[in-house]
Nanobody, 124 residues
Framework: QVQLVESGGGLVQAGDSLRLSCAAS????????MGWFRQAPGKEREFVGS????????YYADSVKGRFTISRDNAKNTLYLQMNSLKPDDTAVYYC?????????????????WGQGTQVTVSS
């Protein structure tokens, strides 16, 4: 069983930056694609970005492209999401997820392990 634990969320002002981390409990992390999703109150969970098993093939939602960067450190079993130029619309609970395969995209069904989420609130 893989456990994913997110951290780094908080309350920031528009224009600020945050870096989220996601620590995985098992070495299988290094063989699987990983993704970040978010869910705002009253809305469906949406794709933010994904990255391949070796750090290649990073994809982003149009809404965060150019502002967010996803990366991973397989030696530390950790996934990151660097968020710059934050906007109030970025307010949500952010989830990391482990994919079933080495690469993954925006489809929720591509992922079979999820973290508990970390709250990000951006004030205007």
């Amino acid at each position: 069983q893989v456990q994913l634990v997110e951290s780094g969320g908080g309350l920031v002002q528009a224009g600020d930056s945050l870096r989220l981390s996601c620590a995985a409990s098992r070495r299988m992390f290094s063989n699987n694609g990983m993704g970040w999703f978010r869910q705002a109150p009253g809305k469906e969970r949406e794709f933010v970005g994904s990255i391949g098993w070796n750090g290649s093939n990073a994809y982003y939602a149009d809404s965060v492209k150019g502002r967010f960067t996803i990366s991973r450190d397989n030696a530390k079993n950790t996934l990151y999401l660097q968020m710059n130029s934050l906007k109030p619309d970025d307010t949500a609970v952010y989830y990391c997820a482990a994919a079933r395969r080495a690469y993954a995209g925006s489809v929720l069904e591509d992922y079979n392990y999820w973290g508990q989420g970390t709250q990000v609130t951006v004030s205007s």
